[in-house]
């Protein structure tokens, strides 16, 4: 009778519903998954990123299978269907969050407000990679000397301010609902010249606890930014492998963060050094050098550094920085380490000369004999030299109105030893990247000049 066929239609459904569940659950236990079963997730669940990570992968057909059979009717599974699912995954299954296997991750950026992070920020924003992104940083927005373009970047993200020092700032910045994908660290101490307890507090106790709270919400991809002042100061360029020998305060709490990271269970990270980073924002990289020249041109003097024109000062511009942050999220592997560095090959001497162009000015270097003088007495010798320095920049800010300016020509010891930065940055372009700034050009310095002036920050009438 016609009940009989409804009853019979019921238990055929039923039975293929549990052979589609158990055909899932085997194959989520072998190797591969099934071109078949990649293109099923596709169709139905058009949303679903089919990642290259095969424990991804399986976690997102698994989800479908489970939901689809519980609900039918539901194509497009919610975080709380997903949620729901993945209690009934085998580990690591189980650690796969719900924004590692969407379109577009949702990213936490640490440090954000900072040189590299705001570009970073921009980056993601402007390029629409991101399903949401939240800024963390002690700044106060409306005084961190913003450009327009960084201003309408930073009023599409979620800024949260914290001190990342403070356990429960590190726990505000972190909590979301459905975890992250890629969280990028770029917060810590950067000013030069402070006490050692200082950078292992904001250095190596900040990047040490936000790798531990990444690892405990199943971050996808955790990147620490680092530096390359890690690296021992021979003129060869260092590889990644090369010897490694701090010569900065700020490098030895960073090169303790990198060795900690790889004790942290569970944390899939990867390690960035960059050269010295130049680019609009920058207040530490090159900066200096630029504001100094802006000063013997005030002072009519020849413009002189300790040491020679073959002091290698290897850069990376901020632009590319960002974008190989990005590609290093996406596509390195657990664990890798990777520098960035132009193929300038940047010394003292093509630093000089683009000063020497931009400002129409004179340079020179001291050379070895008086460098080693002045290093036999160096408290004294940066002393003298930071004094020649800011007191003319104070008068040139006063003159041209600029009551509070973020930048100063002071260059602490550490960076004045004959100390050289010497990186190859070559590996990273395995990945994909492609540096699009082969080389500090006069166009750029010139940029990085004028967007300070039009942030009043930099005085008008110093460059040629």
Known sequence: DLCGIHLLVLVIILLVWCVALLRAHSRLNSDVLSPQQVELVASKWPRARIEASETCRKAVVYSFMHSFIHSPLVLAPSKQVLAHSRQFLPKPLSSCSFDSIMAKPAVLVLGGVGFIGRHLVTYIVENDLASYVRVADKAILQTAYLDDRQKAAFEKVNYVQANLSRDASIAKAFDREGGWGFVFNLAGMTKYGQEGLVYEEHVYQVGVKCAQKAAEMNVTKYVEVSTAQVYAADKKPSSEEGKVKPWTL???????????????????????????????????????RLICGAVYKKLGETMKFLWSKDLRLNTVHVNDVAAALWTIAEKAPAGEVYNLADKADTRQGSINDLLSQLFGIKTGFLGSVMSNLAKMAMDTAVETSNEKHLQPWSEMCREAGIVNTPLSPYLDKELLYNNSLAVDGSKVESLGFVYSVPTPTVELMREVVEQAMGLKIFPEGFLV
């Open 250 to 288: 700020i490098a030895e709490q960073k090169l303790r963060v990198e060795q900690e990271l790889a004790t942290i269970p569970g944390l899939n990270y990867a390690i960035v050094r960059p050269a010295t980073v130049y680019g609009p924002s920058d207040r530490l990289g090159l900066m200096p």
